[in-house]
């Protein structure tokens, strides 16, 4: 059996849609994380997981911020903590795991592990250089031309900000992970980096303090992470931070990974 792992299959569009259509476990026991961007409608997404949990023998959800924006053209118009909440609930029926549930445990070869699936946001403490400030950091942003599409379509109610409601989803993650039996080790799973370091990379530094937070920086450590799993940079690779490995399991856009040499490698095998 295997944990396999895959993230930002933004299904809108079609060759993504039928690269998803093709995925299939390597074996009737494979467990499935999905770390987040599924789509950017509510029923897209909800259909795509309908579909992977019939394959998988688990499928594990943890939204990104495309699941939470709210588009003019989706006919669920939920904003914000009521998006996730019906997104958590669809996923449920599904059988789907989701950051809202006990955390599944893995029962692999060499062990139980307790695969976490988390739903922590960004508080603008990616900065870039010269940024002291969360408003310093978004006028850099804005004076260069560099701005994530959240600030227009990912609405925080009924926090008055998305750095709020990150404070707020840190707050209700941090306890859960504390009461993981300590003798179990964990693959935290996330859409955004739980470390600054994956960001490091991109051609637009701007754009990091969108990224993640640095609330998270010792959480593979400290929750004794065998891996982490993330996606949202659309940059798939591997880094290892405290010797533990990152692996980003992202697909892509269709203009990214079409224009790489090899198929895209995903889903990765986290483990064994």
């Known amino acids: 059996m295997a944990l396999l792992a895959v993230s930002d299959l933004h299904v809108r569009h079609e060759r993504n849609k039928e690269f998803t259509e093709g995925l299939r476990p390597e074996s009737d026991e494979d467990w499935l994380i999905v770390a987040g961007d599924v789509g950017e409608t509510a029923g897209g997404v909800v259909e795509t997981m309908r579909m992977l949990r019939e394959r998988f023998a688990e499928v594990v959800w943890v939204p990104g911020n495309h699941e939470l924006w709210t588009p003019a053209k989706d006919p ?20 789907v795991h989701t950051p809202e549930d006990p955390y599944p445990v893995w029962q692999g070869p060499r062990g139980p592990v307790v695969v976490a699936p988390l739903f922590v946001l960004y508080d603008h403490t990616f900065r870039p250089k010269g940024a002291r400030t969360k408003e310093e950091a978004l006028e850099i942003a804005y004076a260069s031309g560099v701005i994530c599409t959240d600030e227009y379509l990912l609405h925080p109610d009924p926090y008055p900000s998305r750095d709020a409601w990150c404070r707020a989803r840190l707050e209700y993650t941090r306890p859960r992970l504390e009461a993981v039996d300590p003798e179990l080790p964990t693959v935290l799973v996330n859409h955004f980096p739980l470390v600054r370091e994956p960001t490091r990379v ?5 754009f990091a303090q969108w990224c993640g937070t640095e609330a998270t920086a010792d959480w593979h450590t ?7 799993v993330y996606g949202h940079l659309h940059i798939p690779r591997t880094i290892e931070v405290d010797g533990v490995p990152h692996v980003e399991v992202s697909l892509g856009y269709p203009r990214e990974w079409q224009r790489r ?5 995903v889903p990765r095998r986290i483990l064994p």
Do not use: C, S
């Open 76 to 95: 669920v118009r939920l904003r914000g903590l009521a998006r996730y909440t019906y997104l958590v609930e669809e996923m449920r029926a599904l059988g």
């Open 202 to 206: 991109l051609r637009y530094p701007q």
């Open 222 to 228: 400290r929750y004794r992470a065998l891996a982490v």
């Open 261 to 265: 040499p090899h198929p895209p490698a």
